[in-house]
């Protein structure tokens, strides 16, 4: 998703030159290719998140379509103040992009894992948050974040993920889409792990047809395209979050708002685990979001009447 | 014009003290000393060497002043009401339920102010993103960013003090109110800020000292600054007085907090027009 982002942005930039890249000292490797382009256009603003965060509003206050880039919780945690006070209130078009959501830097530990910026994120006003599932629902979500014009929050994951690929037509481009089609259970998932989603879908397949849905643009939430697209009964969400303020907590609080009743099971990220040490798929694996543990649950519920 | 007033820019920030003295009396609001402090240095921005345009302000062309120190809002508004920014009935209405002007400088609702202030230490990045965007376009205009001793406390004051210099935006002008007193008192024997100058230098900014109440001497400093442009940000340290211009108000740090009474207003505005 990295490298999708960093051609898309680019190919954006040629077409419109208020689009500019500050960094936080990260993307090393991804962000060059930019600079390399567009001189003019980047600033890397060392380690100094907060201020980054302040000057972007300051190039979006005059005329400016700033990106912001950087890993996991150091471009929304550390400078949350910025974020809501000079960014959201004042409805700048600033685009946070993190890179790494979720426990993406699994090894590196917990003060490198993005699992509560959803959350964080939701609580603040005029911004849009999306959370693309592959590198094509990348450029789709920078398609749609820099048409719109206003405060955007973008998590990806790292790199190499695969395009999952979608053989239906039930989208709405960078808001819902549907991957794999089937009525006895629905996955809602939103982020790198609806990849592990399709995978558990796919190894049950022989004997259930399970829905597999991404939802790519968590805030603000399509809850009518998306009640009439979920074909179960059964309904699981999975993210790569912690259990509060994330997915879940957006369609409970959206569906409840349109009065559409939706009762669902929900795998998250637990807090027992924040101290653990491993990479991401071990990390996924200790909250039951690995491939195993998605099919092992689906079964489950699948076994219920 | 008086013997005492002699410029416009000082009639600005006498009417701007009775403006501030009666807003904050009636509304039994908090701030009025940070607000008497810096009354002399937004005078000078906004009637004088400040170029923003009332029509377009965030136009590249236009100079921009940003008040970072946000709670020296009643001084904000008065010397923008008084320099023909907006009706100066307006100022009647501070900090009423549903008003334009509120006790933090807030965006939006009259014009001059292009960003909500009050959270300390926002002001110097705004600051260098708006000068950015200046000199990228190759604009001639300048951005002015009003900031309190006691916000240099603030991490994101020293983070930008590094990163403007290393950008080179040289059209960045910060004014800091040095008044020496911040919420509980001497601003040495809080976060001390010594040697302030010579710290503003070792991080490659052009430091100028000035007393902060001394119109015709900043308008020198800032005219030097504009001619010619150096790569180097600017630094104005203007030397003030908390409460400037009311003799009981001048250097206590009560006055951080405390609205006057019917007495001290009227002895307030009594001094004022002994001064005019």
């Known amino acids: 998703m990295r490298d999708a982002f960093i051609k898309s942005l680019i190919e954006l930039a040629e077409e419109d030159d208020r689009i500019a890249l500050l960094t936080g000292d990260l993307g090393f490797g991804v962000v060059e290719k930019f600079a390399d382009k567009f001189p003019e256009r980047f600033w890397n603003c060392g380690v100094a998140e907060q201020s980054m965060m302040s000057i972007a509003a300051g190039l979006a206050k005059s005329g400016m379509r700033p990106f912001v880039y950087s890993i996991a919780n150091f471009p929304t945690f550390r400078c949350l103040e910025q974020i809501r006070n000079d960014v959201c209130y004042h409805d700048l078009p600033v685009t946070i992009v993190s890179v790494g959501g979720g426990l993406g830097y699994g090894t590196l530990g917990y003060t490198h894992h993005g699992i509560e910026d959803i959350a964080a994120m939701r609580a603040l006003p005029n911004i849009s948050i999306y959370s693309p599932s592959d590198p094509s629902e990348t450029n789709q979500v920078l398609a749609q974040s820099h048409k719109n014009g206003k405060p955007a929050y973008i998590r990806l994951g790292k790199n190499g993920e695969p395009n999952i690929s979608a053989n239906s037509s039930n989208e709405i481009a960078g808001s819902v889409r549907e991957l794999t089609s089937g009525t006895d259970l629905t996955i809602l998932a939103s982020g790198a792990i609806a990849e592990n989603c399709t995978q558990a879908a796919k190894s049950l397949s022989s004997e259930h047809s399970i829905q597999v849905i991404s939802i790519p643009r968590i805030q603000p939430l399509e809850v009518e395209f998306l009640r009439d697209l979920i074909t179960s009964q059964k309904i699981l969400v999975v993210e790569e979050h912690v259990e509060r303020g994330g997915l879940a907590a957006s369609i409970l609080e959206n569906f409840n708002k349109a009065k559409v009743e939706l009762i669902f099971e929900h795998l998250f990220v637990k807090e027992f685990q924040i101290n653990q040490i491993g990479s991401q798929d071990y990390l996924r694996s200790l909250s039951g979001l690995d491939v195993l543990g998605l099919v092992k649950t689906c079964k489950e519920m699948l076994s219920q009447r | ?276």
């Open chain 2, 1 to 276: 014009m008086s013997e005492l007033i002699k410029s416009k820019s000082q009639e600005i920030a006498h009417n701007s003290r009775i403006s501030c003295l009666k807003m904050v009396h009636a509304a039994k609001a908090a701030h009025l000393g940070s607000s008497l402090s810096v009354i002399d240095i937004l005078s000078v921005l906004y009637s004088d060497v400040g170029n923003i345009s009332k029509t377009n302000p965030d136009s590249l062309a236009s100079d921009q002043v940003l008040v970072s120190k946000g709670h020296a809002a009643a001084g904000t508004y008065a010397v923008l009401a008084n320099s023909g920014f907006f009706e100066t009935a307006i100022l009647e209405s501070y900090c009423e339920d549903g008003s334009l002007i509120g006790g933090h400088v807030t965006f939006g609702k009259v014009p001059g102010i292009p960003f909500s202030t009050g959270s300390l230490g926002h002001g110097l990045p705004l600051g260098i993103g708006l000068a950015l965007a200046r000199k990228r376009s190759n604009a001639n205009s300048f951005v002015y960013v009003v900031m309190s001793d006691g916000e240099c406390d603030e991490g994101t004051t020293w983070e930008s003090a590094l990163i403007a210099n290393q950008f080179e935006v040289g059209n960045l002008v910060a004014i800091i109110d040095r008044n020496r007193l911040q919420s509980f008192g001497d601003t040495e024997e809080t976060i001390s800020l010594e040697p302030f100058k010579s710290k503003w230098e070792s991080f490659g900014w052009n430091v100028s000292e000035v007393d902060g109440h001394d119109h015709e001497a900043m308008k020198e400093i800032i005219s030097n600054i504009r001619k010619p442009v150096s790569s180097k940000p600017n630094v104005i340290i203007a030397n003030t007085i908390k409460g400037r211009g009311i003799s009981f108000m001048e250097n206590q740090v009560v006055w951080h907090y405390r609205p006057p009474s019917d007495e001290q207003l009227a002895a307030a505005l009594l001094e004022l027009e002994a001064q005019s």
